[in-house]
Structure formats: C-alpha cells, structure tokens
C-alpha cells in the first residue's frame, strides 16, 4: 500500500481506477464534455486514457484523444431483466499503439459458472449463498 499511486502516467496513456480526480467517479458515455475538458485541464493531455469502476466495457473517441474502460476481469455485471447478475467472463483490453493513435482490442474470456459458484459455497464467507445464487453463466 505504500507505493499506491492513484494514476499511472506514461508517455502518452494516463491510466487510473474511476477518474484521476477520484477513484470511485464513474466516466460513462454520458459525461458532460465540460467534465471531460475540466479532467485533461487537470490530470494530463495524452491521446489515450484509461479507467475502470463501472465494469463496463466502453471506447468513448474525442477530438485527438480517447478513453478506454475494459470492463471487469472478475466482476462484470449484467442486468438482463429485473436484477443485477455477475456473469461469468473476465473481460480485459489490448492497447496497441501504432504511430499516434491506440486502436483498442476488447476481450471476453468465458468461464465456467458452476466452477465459481462451487468454490462460494466451499468458501467459509458470510452470505455465501446468496453470493452463490447472483452468479449466473453467458448473458
């Protein structure tokens, strides 16, 4: 913990949790362009940035820059009716940078929700049941 730093800065890709400014702040396709401009007055011009917490997969494109979410390596939730679920799949992202831009390659890796399932309830967690009955497999 004592070497945590809030963002990962390279030459040309700023990477964070939620937002440089805040690691639980959410940045969605809906984000004020204002926001977005008060954030790269801030934290950095790269032409690339990249951040997670809403473990949704998303590529937002801007005028000479872009921002990346990969999703959600071990908790990508789904609302495929009424409720959340946590689906089995571990999605990443592969940035290849080429020249000035990055092109994004998204990734889902299915795997088997019996399997995580099976290791709740063989776990000693509190409310392992009902952990166990939010799991379900593809969406």
């Not at 990508?76 to 999605?91: K, S």
Request: charged letters at 20%; aromatic letters at 12%; hydrophobic letters at 40%.
């Amino acid at each position: 913990m004592r070497t945590y730093a809030a963002t990962a800065q390279f030459p040309d890709l700023l990477c964070f949790h939620g937002s440089p400014a805040r690691d639980n702040e959410e940045l969605v396709a809906s984000t004020a362009a204002s926001h977005w401009a008060t954030l790269r007055d801030s934290y950095g011009v790269q032409s690339a940035w990249a951040g997670g917490h809403t473990h949704k997969p998303l590529h937002l494109p801007y005028e000479g820059w872009s921002y990346f979410n990969p999703g959600s390596v071990g908790l990508p939730y789904e609302r495929p009716r009424e409720r959340m679920v946590n689906v089995a799949r571990a999605e990443y992202l592969i940035l290849d940078h080429a020249g000035a831009s990055w092109t994004p390659i998204f990734r889902a890796v299915l795997y088997s929700v019996e399997d995580v399932i099976r290791g709740i309830l063989a776990s000693d967690m509190p409310h392992a049941r009902w952990l166990a009955g939010e799991w379900v497999g593809a969406v």
